[in-house]
């Protein structure tokens, strides 16, 4: 939880603010050690807890449309584009020209994808970075140059199998996507971590070969699609956001419960006002989803503690005291760090 809150954002304290949200929004409803509701205000749609489906929704569908309101822009691009070249398809000697950054890019974006929480985004930074710094020519790089663009997008999409090393073997999501597919697992039964290969060994094989085919599908249905998904980019956000828009009521209304439409825009309005001041909302559906298997886990350590939680954890445990360790002393440091770096700055030279 650390980890993600800390290198999901620019701010390592907003990150842990977005954590604490969703771990306070994963724990309303109904406690389940105890039974008793907690947090839910006496309103009955409450009781079960926040869905997930509505929360995601609300989180990731509903700023974008507000914000798309708020620029009043007429398109996503620049008039000034030229798009006579929309959906021009890669040639063979091009690909091969780019063949040495996309390799690269792989291997960067495979590793970032294995720790949790740093996600996409900065796997496609750090590709660029090392495309620019590998050519002979990185001047032409922000002007049109291949590697420049399949330096970051190689590592964009190697991230996306890598995150299921974490989610599969420690039951930790390594971004949103996988996040949500971590609350697709509990609400089919499956708590994934170091055992969910003995015992949904069959369905875990079937996933990664399904991943597999999925990429081998995606070059040709890039090859096929290219075209229309590049002249999309032309259509005008006041065609785009009513449709986004009716399928975010009509997702939201699909889990069966009117009361979910009220929470996911309410979910919407206050993260569009979080991205207002450039909170990172990945931590939120993270911690959301990570909320009930956290509390379950706790409560085990309790009951096994019998009363001596500290030596239990500090002592018996020595594997857990290194993890605990090292979480309060990275808290402490993104804490504490802003404040010594903002005093060192302020002392005359």
């Not at 002007?143 to 420049?148: A, C």
């Not at 971004?175 to 949500?180: C, E, G, M």
């Not at 875990?204 to 890039?222: H, K």
């Amino acid at each position: 939880m650390v980890l993600i809150a800390s290198v999901s954002s620019e701010s390592g304290l907003k990150g842990a603010i977005a954590a604490f949200l969703g771990m306070g929004l994963g724990m309303i409803g109904t406690d389940a050690t105890t039974g008793a509701t907690r947090m839910t205000f006496d309103i009955e749609a409450l009781s079960g807890g926040i869905p997930l489906i509505p929360l995601a929704i609300g989180v990731f569908a509903i700023p974008e449309v507000l914000a798309a309101v708020e620029s009043r822009t007429v398109g996503f691009i620049s008039e000034h584009i030229d798009l006579s070249k929309t959906g021009e398809r890669l040639r063979w000697h091009e690909f091969k020209a780019s063949i040495r950054t996309i390799l690269r890019s792989t291997v960067i974006g495979t590793g970032i994808g294995m720790v949790p929480g740093v996600g996409q985004v900065v796997a496609a930074f750090i590709g660029y970075s090392a495309a620019k710094r590998a050519s002979d020519h990185p001047e032409t790089f922000g002007k049109g140059d291949l590697d420049g663009i399949a330096g970051p997008e190689a590592a964009n999409n190697a991230v996306n199998g890598p995150t299921l090393v974490p989610l599969l073997t420690l039951g930790i999501p390594g971004d949103n996507v996988t996040a949500i597919l971590l609350g697709a697992f509990v609400a089919h039964g499956m708590r994934p971590g170091p055992q969910i290969f003995q015992e949904q060994g069959p369905l875990m094989y079937a996933l990664l070969i399904t991943i597999v085919l999925a990429n081998i599908l995606f070059i040709f249905l890039g090859y096929i699609l290219l075209k229309p998904f590049a002249q999309a980019i032309q259509l005008k956000k006041a065609y785009l956001v009513p449709v986004i828009l009716a399928l975010a009521f009509v997702g939201t209304l699909s889990t069966g419960a009117d009361s979910d439409v009220i929470i996911m825009v309410i979910i919407g309005v206050c993260s569009y006002i979080l991205k207002k001041f450039q909170f990172d909302l990945a931590p939120l559906i993270i911690a959301f989803v990570l909320a009930e298997p956290v509390e379950y886990r706790l409560s085990q350590s309790i009951l096994y503690a019998d009363g001596a939680l500290f030596h239990y954890l500090f002592v018996q445990r020595p594997v857990a005291s290194l993890f605990l360790s090292g979480a309060i002393i990275w808290s402490l440091y993104l804490f504490v760090g802003p404040w010594v770096r903002r005093r060192l700055k302020a002392q005359p030279a």
